[in-house]
């Protein structure tokens, strides 16, 4: 049996401290954490489960990060004694260990938003029973010192205000909570000291879970609207230029959280945790669906390793690392120094301070790694500058040919299509097209399939486009086909199977390449040679013909189509003028004629009336042209008088014939109102 080679004594026990030490600090590290009814649930980056704890906690209302020493602090308001606790989060410890801060009381009953402030290492919260923010300064907790009376009271809000979430700017030094009560719902920005500065009030129905997004620099806030509809909002950090995240139904959030690229929003009508790009809201996934989520964290070392080098907070950051440094050093003092047979101290590379409550290192803008020993720039452009932006995060500032996130990608990379040539002209990307393509990527075919109708098209010089037709067709684009309209006077045209040449068969009378001679001008073309090719075989006429065929005939036909047209317009003129002159003596026949006499009088008559009275309130009737001079007393007029024109002696006459003739016809006329005629 082969024996196993055994590692010295020696050598075994200097391997095992630095295998601690590389196992403490490289192990497995959780991401994120959700609050649920059975306790705390780590994730990591991945959103795979890697641990849990807290599992007593059934009803964790809010709670924070402390970065530093990598510390919870959670409010559980079902507790009977107690309302804040405090858990240690650190990945290496097999369990995590619990510890009980502040007792229950008026200041701390239901506590509904958390904060750690890293500067000053305060906790902040908001308390609905008491309408009040609340601070502590958590390292003094535990050193014998009664903790409520540790408790400062930051600012008090109205009653009609519920406070809802809570959340804070580090880096500007400012505080943001949700009222979430209907009829006064805003969102506020006071100064750390509770200073009311101002608020958004502006179509806020039930605001709760508050953020601040430090990449972007704006808040953002989960709403639940009117009936079954919810929303998230943003505003600046000066609570003004407010945008809808997103806006939809059937879910109530109540909480959010986010880093670089993505916002975590919890959704506990179905306990979901969905994930959302930042930069596209549409584009959303679960992360988590089981036990009904509360809260959410997500670790992403935001203020020491993400912050340091942007300009609004270096200077805080400047302060927080100073006294990590003290405190190592053992100027501050120590609160809570962890007891742990794992080294007490490791080695931080490139000026890297040594956090000795979690035993692992804050490095500087420009470097990474456990021991700060990675250059964050190192080989990270490809063809380009390296810089550290205000996140802390590299970017590359690419060379003029080159682009892409590290600056990794020719801009000739896929530019030029059609198999055009890519070429630089200083920095800019130009294209050589192949014949048939023209545009700035060689994306334009010059020669379309749909360019020549009957044809094939080809490039020519210059990079036009030319259509050569198939037998049959012409025109630009080989649209027309040949023997339309080709072959005159009746003309039938054909295609030669030889030539592939259109051809018109002429009839009798003509001749030509398209029809259009008379065979008789062949007679007459005196040997013109244009004429010649196509009156070869044609008899020639005889002298006489010819005088007629030049004198007489071209004569008689100009004359009979003259006198055509001339009997047509004068016809038509008669017509017109005939009726000209029948409108005219109609108008003047008109203008002379004497109008026709009309006499109407108006009479009241009844049954005892006199035919020659004239009651004046009786039934009136109206009596035109009225022959009977007893009832009318009215002169009556004999159509004739209409018919022919007679002079005054003769009208006299009429009058006193027809009232002696119609004197005996008179016959009473009844009153309007007597019912009883007939």
């Keep these: 049996m082969k024996k196993e080679r055994m590692l010295p004594v020696a050598t075994r026990s200097l391997l095992l401290p630095l295998l601690a030490v590389v196992g403490y600090v490289t192990g497995l590290d959780w991401d994120s954490i959700i609050t649920t009814d059975s306790g705390m649930l780590f994730f990591d980056q991945n959103w795979t489960q890697i641990s849990s704890g807290g599992h007593q906690f059934q009803h964790i209302s809010a709670f924070a990060y402390d970065e530093v020493k990598q510390k919870l602090y959670f409010s559980e308001f079902k507790d009977p004694k107690f309302r804040i606790f405090s858990l ?48 502590v300064e958590v390292d003094k907790i535990g050193n014998g010192t009664d903790a409520p009376n540790l408790i400062s009271t930051v600012t008090k809000v109205e009653e009609n205000h519920d406070l809802a979430g809570l959340a804070i700017d580090e880096c500007r030094r400012h505080l943001y909570w949700t009222n979430s009560y209907l009829q006064t719902s805003n969102v506020v920005r006071a100064t750390m000291a509770g200073k009311v500065l101002n608020s958004h009030t502006e179509d806020v129905y039930e605001p709760k879970g508050i953020a601040v997004d430090h990449y ?47 916002l975590y929003w919890v959704d506990q009508q179905v306990g979901e945790v969905h994930e959302t790009l930042k930069s596209d809201s549409t584009q959303s996934r679960v992360v988590y669906r089981g036990n009904r989520p509360t809260a959410i964290i997500i670790k992403s070392s935001l203020l020491l390793n993400h912050q340091n080098n942007n300009p609004s907070c270096k200077s805080v950051i400047a302060k927080i ?10 100027e501050l003092p120590q609160a809570d120094k962890p007891t742990s047979s794992k080294p007490e101290m490791i080695i931080c590379l490139n000026n890297g301070i040594l956090n000795h409550n979690t035993n692992s290192c804050i490095c500087l803008p420009e470097y990474q790694g456990n021991f700060c020993e990675i250059p964050i720039c190192n080989n990270y452009c490809v063809h380009g500058k390296c810089v550290i932006g205000r996140d802390n995060r590299p970017t590359c500032e690419c060379d003029a040919q080159f682009e892409g996130e ?25 294209c050589s097209c192949p014949k048939n393509f023209s545009g700035k990527r060689c994306e334009t075919a010059i020669c379309t399939s749909d360019y020549c109708y009957n044809g094939r098209c080809i490039v020519e010089e210059g990079g036009l486009p030319k259509c050569q037709c198939n037998v049959g067709y012409r025109g630009e684009r080989c649209e027309e086909y040949t023997c339309n309209n080709y072959c005159l006077n009746d003309g039938k045209c054909v ?31 005196n040997g013109n040679p244009e004429l010649q090719p196509y009156c070869d075989g044609i008899p020639p006429t005889t002298q006489q013909q010819q005088q007629q065929q030049q004198l007489v005939e071209p004569q008689i036909s100009y004359c ?71 009832v009318c007393e009215t002169p009556c007029f004999d159509t004739n008088l209409l018919q022919k024109s007679s002079s005054k002696a003769e009208d006299k006459q009429y009058l006193l014939d027809d009232i002696e003739n119609i004197a005996g016809s008179y016959r009473k006329l009844p009153s309007c109102g007597d019912k009883n005629l007939p």
């Design 406 to 430: 590290r600056c990794d990608r020719s801009k000739c990379d896929g530019f030029c299509l059609n198999s055009g040539n890519c070429s630089f002209s200083g920095a800019t990307a130009t």
């Design 216 to 262: 972007s620099n704006r808040i953002y806030w989960v709403e639940k609207k009117f009936g079954r509809a919810f929303s998230i909002q943003s505003v600046n950090l000066e609570v003004e230029d407010v945008k809808t995240f997103i806006s939809e139904n059937d879910k109530s959030p109540s909480d959010v959280a986010l880093n670089s690229r993505y």
């Design 560 to 630: 009979k189509n003259s006198f055509n047209r001339t009997v047509v317009y004068a016809s038509l003129a008669f017509a017109a003028s005939l009726f000209i002159l029948m409108v005219i003596l109609l108008v003047v026949r008109r203008f002379y004629e004497e109008h026709r006499p009309r006499v109407t009088k108006r009479f009241k008559v009844t049954n005892h009336t006199q035919m020659t009275s004239r009651p004046a309130t009786q039934c009136e009737i109206t009596i035109e042209n009225c022959c009977n001079m007893n």
């Design 321 to 330: 690392l100073d006294n990590v440094k003290r405190e190592s050093e053992g």
């Design 495 to 525: 295609l030669n199977n030889e030539t592939m040449l259109v051809e018109c068969r002429c009839g009798a009378e003509y001749t030509g390449k398209r029809c259009e001679i008379p065979k008789r001008f062949c007679s007459l073309d």
């Design 88 to 135: 240690d989060a650190n990945p290496q410890e097999e369990y995590h260990k619990v510890t009980k801060l502040l007792p229950k009381s008026d200041e701390t009953a239901y506590i509904t938003g958390l904060v750690f402030d890293h500067l000053e290492r305060k906790l902040y919260w908001t308390e609905r029973g008491t309408h009040a923010v609340y601070s």
